[in-house]
């Protein structure tokens, strides 16, 4: 079996588990299904939440950034001053023969591996010619290349008089609503504003399953400060942390060469823009470790000029590795300058200036802006990826343990009666303390442990029959299949700590 295909066997088990036990599944299945739209199911539903709950851990309550929320409905003038309306494109060609449509850089990276983003129009056309690429559904010959604008568009009140979009990034009402935030934060720079929730775009030809999503959940936060002072307070927390780059210039000379940087080494070297650009590549370096994800799996890939969004100075993208889909971008770092509250101020005619009592003397400062912007569907799907273990004949996903959605699964060993009300009572107990766990009564103990294996529970407690005589149920940890024995009163307290990783497992209870 060569690398390709195991690679592709082991896709094919992953999205099994998923859409059979229900993490994701493709939407609108009943109705022919719609490519760019996937349902998270009873597992990754609740996967997803903890993904979000631990980016505010880091975002909101750690680093101490504002949350807000706004509607995905976007009244036109909003997005016609922040460039959307005018720039949000990507770049089409449709199939004179079968009039399939297709995105011009990602059927050319298909067709040829090559990279034309960031090439001209006119070039792309050319480079279409030269290639000879024609369409990959019917052979027939490719028409013009021309922008498109990726934007759903809708219409707000009974008229529909009032045109309107789904928002394409949650940063607009951000800045939008900058007046209000910063006085919020007591004028103090650099502060920062977080907003998750879902964007829209719609792609025209989404076919990498998904990666590529029409309506998708985003966590941004848009760090706003003081162009003359690009510090952060907590820099030295982070400075020592190693990054592996892709710089521009090396991508430019066909250089697959990484660059393992400090982040402070990063700052002074000139590689990044400013400290608050190094300390936030760092801090979401750490936040990808924590769900689990490989620290050889993760690089920044610095955006070409053609590349980066309209708005942007310098962009990084923060890639994981994926046997599938090759580097997958997880979270892009745009240097936003002060081009958004430049427009917004202009357009709307109102002053965004903060008046900074950083300086003793004080001044107007029309803030600079550093964003960290992440999609969720797609570290769901890497770490489900990096999760999926094969060992010995057993296959188990091996999810962070917060991460887990089924956090414990109660078994009695077998079908007796006292067995089992123990094994419900105890469910209800654990449940009651705030633990997700479930119940499972079908087929013989390995198969329930395997099923439990599968989804990645890390913890299956089992009622035996030395339980009604002493109290004590065995618990049985995913990883190893070691097992100890624990007290039914302490099992909740032990459980928490458990899965906190307060505790050592061996230390829990006694060793079967
Ligand atoms: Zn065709």
Redesign the pocket.
């Known amino acids: 079996m060569d690398g390709e295909q195991l690679t592709k066997d082991k896709y094919e088990k992953i999205m099994d588990i998923a859409k059979r036990r229900g993490f994701i599944w493709p939407s609108f299945e009943l109705y022919g299904g719609a490519a760019g739209f996937y349902d998270f199911g009873p597992l990754g539903a609740p996967m997803k939440k903890k993904i979000i709950q631990k980016w505010r851990q880091h975002y909101v309550v750690e680093e101490g950034l504002l949350e807000l929320e706004s509607p995905t409905i976007t009244p036109e003038p909003v997005l016609k001053a922040s460039g959307h309306v005018d720039h949000f494109t990507d770049v089409m060609t449709e ?1 004179k ?4 449509s297709f995105e011009v850089t990602e059927l050319v990276k298909e067709e040829t591996g090559d990279d034309i983003e960031g090439l001209s129009k006119n070039e792309m056309e050319n480079y279409l010619k030269e290639k000879k690429i024609t ?1 990959p ?4 010959k490719l028409g013009e290349v021309y922008e498109f604008n990726t934007m759903f568009r809708t219409a707000i009140g009974p008229k529909e008089d009032r045109k309107a979009y789904l928002r394409p990034e949650t940063a607009q009402t951000i800045f939008i609503d900058f007046n209000r935030l910063q006085r919020i934060a007591r004028r103090k720079l650099p502060f920062g504003v977080t907003q998750i929730g879902r964007g829209y775009r719609n792609e025209i030809s989404p076919r990498r399953g998904v990666i590529r999503l029409r309506e998708f959940t985003m966590a941004e936060a848009e760090i706003f400060f003081d162009p003359d002072d690009p510090s952060h307070p907590k820099f030295s927390q982070v400075s020592d942390e190693k990054l592996r780059f892709w710089p521009s210039e090396n991508q430019e000379e066909k250089s697959r060469e990484l660059t393992e940087k400090t982040a402070r080494e990063a700052l002074d070297e000139g590689i990044v823009c400013n400290e608050l650009m190094a300390y936030h590549l760092a801090y979401a370096k750490k936040f990808l470790i924590s769900l689990g994800l490989p620290e050889d799996s993760i690089r920044f890939r610095e955006q070409l000029p053609g590349e980066r969004a309209h708005y942007s100075q310098e962009t990084w993208d923060m890639e994981v590795k994926s046997e599938k889909f090759g580097w997958v971008e997880v979270a892009g770092f745009a240097y936003r300058t002060d081009y958004d509250l430049s427009q917004h101020s202009k357009s709307s005619g109102t002053d965004l200036t903060v008046f900074t009592q950083n300086d003793d003397d004080g001044k107007k400062v029309l803030c600079h802006v550093v964003e960290p912007s992440y999609g969720i569907d797609r570290p769901l799907y890497c770490i489900l990826e990096h999760a999926y273990t094969e060992d010995d004949g057993r296959n188990y996903l091996k999810l962070k343990k917060d991460l887990a959605p089924i956090e414990a699964q109660v078994f009695p060993l077998v079908a007796e009666e006292e067995l089992e009300k123990i094994g419900k009572s105890i469910l209800k107990k654990i449940n009651s303390t705030g633990i997700f766990a479930e119940y499972d009564d079908s087929g013989s103990i390995g198969r329930r442990y395997a099923r439990a294996d599968e989804v990645g529970v890390p913890f299956c407690i089992t009622v035996d029959h030395r339980t009604p005589d002493d109290s004590t149920v065995t618990i049985r940890e995913r990883d190893t299949t070691d097992q100890i024995r624990v007290k039914i009163e302490d099992l909740p307290k032990t459980l928490c700590k458990l899965l906190n990783s307060e505790i050592e497992f061996e230390q829990a209870g006694e060793k079967v």
Request: a negative charge; proline letters at 0%; one cysteine or more.
């Open positions: 199939c023969k079968c009039s399939a369409c559904e019917c052979d027939g």
